[in-house]
């Protein structure tokens, strides 16, 4: 199948993670895309995955020379990735109201951690403090400890760079109906709280406590938890659905549970799986839910995962000397 994206001409101005990374995306899609680098900038840490994928150029958009050798790109470009704090675009000479005069049709992407507008628009943040602001943070951890951030990938690439790329994309639908541009603001903040609208929703119906660590999916359900091994490895349960409790506890020869939703009955619970788990190996344990809908599989490092029977079987990450690459996804066909 040609890709979907061939033929869309992209240019990504130099910036870290989310704008990077939906470079590569729209690399993948079959953009053809070219990254503007500054002189003497050096290479990113992660840019062996995430740098893959386009051609670059370099240029300095400080001087005139630059800026309107990066104009040209721009003036033949359907999609534009600008990752600069508010303002900077502007006083580059590179800025929307610039570039759709040229060039009328740009999709001119936007990627901030506060947005273009609002009390903290110009201040530096990074996908910890992103998140913090909005309650995501605060919701995860076990109860009576610390907020656990969650890598980055809730900020800067759940909210950031995939509300940055669905714009686009839209904007790129749209652009086919109306022949008119558009400039996306995709700001980290307001994509965490709309990754957070499933929470949102349970908060509303009082379903969700603003107490960490004591709800369905943020490991107060001993349903819904981690448990370690006796080889002191982990396994994941996720045994949400009535059918798939029963058979977690078939396969863990727990024949004396509370019922699962009996909250006051938890302790209990937990205290009765994590006596099972601490029994065999992770990987005697792995052998005995395989197969089954218990919902419980093994917590993988990045090297185990590489060898992982389905990952392996479906090319989902890909090593070459001895370095490990996420494939493409997702997989369009037809």
């Known amino acids: 199948m040609e890709a979907p994206l061939k033929g869309i001409r992209t240019v990504e101005l130099s910036g870290i993670g989310p704008s990077r990374y ?16 500054r002189p003497g900038e050096a ?45 900077v675009a502007e006083r580059l000479g590179i800025g929307p109201d610039v570039c759709l ?16 507008d609002g009390p903290l628009a110009a201040t530096a943040g990074h ?15 076990r109860a009576g400890g610390p907020p656990q951030p969650p890598l980055n990938l809730v900020g800067d690439f759940g909210a950031g760079t995939m509300f940055l790329l669905t714009g686009m994309l839209a904007a790129l639908h749209q652009r086919d109906r109306t022949g008119a541009g558009s400039v996306i603001d995709a700001s980290i903040t ?20 603003d107490d960490r660590g004591s709800n369905l999916l943020d490991t ?19 045994a949400i659905e009535p059918q798939f409790f029963s058979e977690l506890l ?25 006596d099972r788990f601490r029994q065999r190996t992770r990987d005697q344990w792995t052998l005995v839910f395989a ?23 479906r090319g989902s990450l890909i090593e070459s000397d001895g370095r490990l690459f996420p494939a493409p996804t997702p997989r369009i066909t037809g």
Request: glycine share 12%; net charge negative; with cysteine.
């Open 22 to 37: 939906c470079g590569m995306l729209l690399a993948e899609l079959g953009a053809d895309v070219v990254l503007v680098t």
């Open 43 to 87: 290479p990113r840490r992660a840019d062996s995955v995430v740098g893959r994928g386009r051609r670059s150029v370099v240029a300095d958009l400080k001087t005139t020379e630059g800026r309107e050798a990066v104009l040209a790109l721009i003036d033949d470009a359907d999609l534009l990735i600008e990752p600069y704090r508010p303002g």
């Open 101 to 116: 005069g040229r060039n009328p049709g740009l999709i001119y992407g936007r990627i901030t951690g506060w947005g273009q």
């Open 127 to 141: 996908d910890i403090n992103y998140i913090a602001i909005t309650g995501v943070l605060h919701s995860i951890g």
């Open 190 to 209: 307001d994509g965490t709280l709309s990754l957070a609208g499933f929470i949102l929703g349970l908060r509303n119906e009082g379903k969700w406590s």
């Open 220 to 238: 107060g359900a001993p349903y819904y938890d981690v448990y370690q091994t006796a080889d002191e490895l982990w396994m994941a349960v996720g």
């Open 250 to 274: 078939r396969l863990l020869a727990i024949d004396d549970a509370p019922p699962q939703d009996d909250r006051a009955q938890w302790p209990r619970l937990r205290t009765l799986i994590a």
């Open 291 to 313: 197969g089954t809908n218990a919902c419980v599989a093994p917590v993988l490092t990045f090297a185990e995962a590489a060898g992982h029977p389905h990952i392996r079987a």
